[in-house]
């Protein structure tokens, strides 16, 4: 089971929305999203989506970053409005130093139903009792590690049949233009080994990255990010840089440069997915879709990628 854990972006969305029907055909992805703006129409639609389609997914209730940080009452407020008794939708809670269990579990009585528990360790909570006490009275289906020390100190408080290995692979650079500097490296091979380490599914940030960002501006280069299997079974990632990177005046023509390089490489290396066939129909059209939506196909694809992976 891959579960790739999303902030609650526009785009993000939409990717999950458009590979609803594919999710729910396979049954190997369970999205973990973690809302970080207002309550919006596109959250709505998105969880209606893939309710419709019987996706199982995970709603962070205490996101990290974002506008809804410090929001709990607001996001279950919204899962008694618009997911209600929907059995396949697991609340998310997420573990560190600064997590405060006993707010959080006072308000949990405000849902109108029940659900199922995913609890994401970012990192070592301090009172191992408190911890324990919260998962007392709940079902915890998957426990998410970044550390898998926590695995063995946890021992007591978790089912050994709920853990998730919890990575990010993707390694963010300051500017676009740096993805130049080393623009094929190794990715991941979780999806080889995880259950051999005794997890029961692997998670990460996707070709996105952990760190987020709220800010938008017109980048001076352009860079697409592409996974690919390469046929010793491990996952790699290519970046697909523009050449014309002195200035953001004219962002469709560097969108270009780096689309043309991308195409070569999908043709060369016979690359099927719907995202690659998009990109193939850009190219043919000359279109410039917005930065969004390419990072959208980035998602789609890595996530078809994983499916094909899977089954």
């Known amino acids: 089971m891959y579960f790739p854990y999303l902030r609650g972006k526009q785009y993000e969305l939409i990717s999950l929305r458009e590979l609803s029907e594919k999710m729910s055909e396979t049954g190997v992805i369970h999205p973990i999203i973690e809302p970080v703006k207002e309550t919006t129409s596109?959250?709505?639609?998105?969880?209606?989506?893939?309710?419709?389609?019987?996706?199982?997914?995970?709603?962070?209730?205490?996101?990290s970053v974002g506008d809804l940080k410090d929001s709990l009452h607001e996001i279950i407020h919204f899962i008694n409005a618009e997911v209600g008794d929907y059995e396949q939708l697991h609340l998310g809670v997420l573990i560190h130093s600064?997590?405060?269990?006993?707010?959080?579990?006072?308000?949990?009585?405000?849902?109108?139903?029940?659900?199922?528990?995913?609890?994401?360790?970012?990192s070592q909570y301090p009172d191992t009792d408190s911890l324990s006490d919260f998962y007392n009275d709940k079902t915890v289906h998957y426990n998410l590690f970044r550390d898998s020390n926590l695995v063995r100190r946890y021992r007591r408080i978790i089912n050994q049949n709920t853990k998730v290995v919890l990575s990010d692979p993707f390694n963010s650079k300051r500017?676009?233009?740096?993805?130049?500097?080393?623009?094929?490296?190794?990715?991941?091979?979780?999806?080889?080994?995880?259950h051999e380490d005794g997890y029961i599914g692997f998670s990460d940030y996707l070709t996105i990255g952990e760190d987020y960002s709220d800010s938008g501006f017109a980048p001076y280069a352009v860079t697409i990010h592409l996974t690919y299997l390469r046929d010793d079974g491990q996952i790699w990632i290519r970046h697909f840089v523009s050449d014309s990177n002195d200035d953001y005046t004219d962002v469709?023509?560097?969108y270009k440069e780096a689309?043309?390089?991308?195409?070569?490489?999908?043709?060369?290396?016979?690359?099927?997915?719907?995202a690659c066939e998009e990109f193939r129909k850009q190219a043919a059209a000359g279109h410039y879709p917005?930065?969004?939506?390419?990072?959208k196909l980035s998602i789609i694809h890595h996530i078809e990628l994983i499916i094909g992976v899977l089954n």
Not at 111 to 122: A, D, R, S
Not at 177 to 193: G, L, S
Not at 261 to 269: A, C, Y
Not at 290 to 295: A, F, P
């Open 98 to 122: 600064n997590t405060n269990l006993a707010p959080l579990n006072q308000s949990l009585n405000e849902l109108e139903n029940n659900y199922p528990f995913t609890i994401v360790h970012l």
């Open 252 to 254: 469709p023509g560097t």
């Open 175 to 194: 500017t676009n233009a740096d993805y130049a500097k080393v623009p094929d490296e190794f990715f991941t091979d979780e999806h080889n080994f995880y």
């Open 259 to 274: 689309l043309d390089k991308l195409i070569e490489f999908i043709n060369d290396e016979n690359l099927q997915s719907s």
């Open 42 to 63: 596109t959250l709505r639609i998105t969880c209606e989506q893939l309710v419709d389609a019987e996706v199982p997914f995970t709603l962070i209730l205490n996101p």
């Open 290 to 295: 917005g930065l969004g939506s390419v990072k």
